[in-house]
């Protein structure tokens, strides 16, 4: 669909910003030229728009919906995308320093390689983007989100995401804990041992010798209970159960949330 034919369209479905002759002329230009540095373009509608390469450095973008759209290589830097729709647009490689993020949706997005300021996605919504670089959220956010994805028993994405808040703050041991118990979830059970270990010593370092001695308990006994085999005489099933116990006593302290939670 050509530009023109996508703003009449726009203009009777009444998807432009109130003043529809200012909108219109942003949108020709941005659709005709791709050059449309502070075009005001609230509320806008152009979902599954293809504006690869497009200059938006400075647009009015707020409340605009982007779902779906192809922004990659775009600059959107310094741009308002404040309650902006971007989920499941593709935005690789695009500039977006200075971008306002304001309750942004960015879920299922696609940021790889794309230009961030460091924690500019805290009061953003980016569950299950991809390519999202770690700088661009702060420990709680990860955490948060990772808390998130292990209540919907997301094993992989969870670890990933706990990963992600211990390269942030590697002195918070609610994250170790949190990391620990996805590991134990998917079978890696010796690495949970050392998240729990790591953890029990951050906690007596604090003072908490309680959750420091219940750690420590913790990883002994998923030490013990990993070394058994099962014979067929019920080890097997106490083993398992032993596994589900000691995750049910340390969630408390991994489900721990953390300021800022939109991230998730």
């Known amino acids: 669909m050509n530009g023109k034919k996508l703003i009449l369209l726009l203009l009777i479905s009444g998807n432009l910003t109130a003043n529809p002759l200012l909108a219109s002329e942003a949108l020709f230009r941005l659709l005709q030229d791709r050059n449309c540095s502070g075009c005001k373009l609230a509320d806008t509608d152009l979902v599954h728009a293809d504006l690869r390469d497009a200059d938006l450095s400075y647009a009015e973008l707020m409340r605009a919906n982007l779902g779906e759209a192809t922004l990659d290589g775009a600059n959107l830097s310094h741009a308002d995308l404040s309650f902006t729709s971007l989920r499941g647009a593709s ?4 500039n977006l320093k200075g971008a306002k993020f304001y309750g942004t949706d960015l879920r299922d997005s696609d940021l790889t390689g794309a230009l961030l300021d460091p924690n500019s996605l805290e009061e953003a919504h980016w569950s299950g983007a991809t390519g999202l670089p770690a700088s661009s959220s702060s420990h ?3 955490h948060n989100a990772g808390v998130s994805a292990a209540k919907e028993e997301q094993w992989n994405q ?5 990963s992600q808040a211990i ?7 609610e994250s170790w804990v949190a990391r620990g118990i996805t590991r134990e979830k998917l079978g890696k059970r010796q690495l949970a041992i050392q998240d729990f270990n790591y953890a029990s010593q951050l906690y007596a370092s604090e003072g908490k010798s309680l959750q420091s001695a219940q750690l420590t308990t913790a990883a002994k006994s998923l030490e013990d209970k990993v070394l058994q085999k099962s014979s067929g005489n ?6 398992l159960n032993g596994l589900l116990s000691t995750s049910k006593a340390l969630l408390p302290l991994a489900m721990k949330l953390f300021a800022p939670a939109v991230g998730f």
Not at 91 to 94: F, K, S
Not at 158 to 162: S, T, V
Not at 167 to 173: D, E, I, V
């Open 158 to 162: 969870a670890e990933k995401l706990f």
């Open 167 to 173: 390269n942030k703050t590697s002195q918070s041991a």
């Open 91 to 94: 935005m690789r490689g695009a």
């Open 140 to 142: 709680a956010a990860l």
């Open 234 to 239: 019920g080890i097997g099933t106490s083993v």
